[in-house]
């Protein structure tokens, strides 16, 4: 069965740091691109960052810098690295998988169920 779960949520204080991970199971892992994506109450899903095959990476403006992405391809996961952060970084963050970056955050590929992350002013 082909999926994403993603953990490392929770509360934190302005300033600090979490680090989200997203296991992945069912696919060809190597092959695959991620996008981490987060959408914050009665707003849209708003783009994080991404990382493809190769290992290069992508990062919306308002977390570049801040944020970091990884991958480990022996471990199935994807990493995100939240450093910085905000009250205005309060959201629930979502993984995406796919075969074509082209379609990343597309409803096509895989997706996972989201994990809370909060920060506290």
């Known amino acids: 069965q082909m999926q994403l779960v993603e953990s490392g949520g929770g509360l934190v204080q302005a300033g600090g740091s979490l680090r989200l991970s997203c296991a992945a199971s069912?696919?060809?892992?190597?092959?695959?691109?991620f996008g981490w994506y987060r959408r914050a109450p009665e707003k849209q899903r708003e783009y994080v960052a991404a990382i493809y095959s190769d290992g290069t990476t992508d990062y919306a403006d308002s977390v570049k810098g801040r944020f970091t992405i990884s991958r480990d391809n022996a471990k199935n996961t994807v990493y995100l690295q939240m450093n910085g952060l905000k009250p205005e970084d309060t959201a629930t963050y979502y993984c995406?998988?796919?075969?074509?970056?082209?379609?990343?955050?597309?409803?096509?590929?895989?997706w996972g169920q989201g994990t809370q992350v909060t920060v506290s002013s």
């Open positions: 069912g696919i060809t892992f190597s092959r695959y691109a």
């Open positions: 995406n998988g796919i075969l074509n970056r082209s379609w990343l955050g597309s409803d096509s590929g895989l």
